[in-house]
């Protein structure tokens, strides 16, 4: 299974030799302000200042780990492994990645919050998470007739 994809505004995060996957969703993003009371502004500001709390920062990572793993299809070649992450992402259980993070620490975790959060609140993402291309448009010169 593939690393975190940068083009989806994904990032990847470590929890006791286990990989997840940060998914910026609209989905993620109202269950987050709706579990926490906190709009995500708000969130994305703690987070870069390394002030979510525990309980906090176990709600943002968990739905932004089963925002990757509801966008995840596997077919009969997919590896062991990767059932597993994907299996995983999709259970993530609130309490667990709790105590996942928490050896982990807020100076590791919170910057990686903070990107994918930032990349929602910016609007640098769509609504399934898919970082928006950023083109330049050239406006239209009148021609005279």
């Not at 709009?39 to 870069?48: F, G, H, K, R, S």
Request: glycine share 8%.
């Amino acid at each position: 299974m593939a690393d975190a994809n940068a083009l989806r505004g994904e990032v990847d995060l470590e929890l006791d030799g286990q990989r997840f996957v940060l998914r910026p969703s609209y989905t993620a993003i109202v269950a987050m302000e709706k579990k926490t009371g906190l709009p995500l502004l708000q969130l994305v500001q703690l987070a870069e200042q390394g002030a979510l709390t525990q309980e906090v920062q176990a709600i943002v990572v968990t739905e932004l780990v089963r925002a990757w793993g509801r966008e995840q299809l596997l077919d009969e070649y997919a590896s062991a492994s990767d059932r597993a992450m994907v299996t995983a992402a999709k259970a993530a259980n609130q309490d667990t990645i709790a105590e996942l993070l928490f050896p982990v620490g807020v100076l590791v975790v919170q910057p990686r919050v903070a990107i994918v959060l930032g990349l929602a609140a910016t609007g640098g993402c769509l609504p399934s998470g898919e970082v928006k291309a950023t083109g330049m448009t050239i406006p239209e010169i009148p021609v005279a007739d």
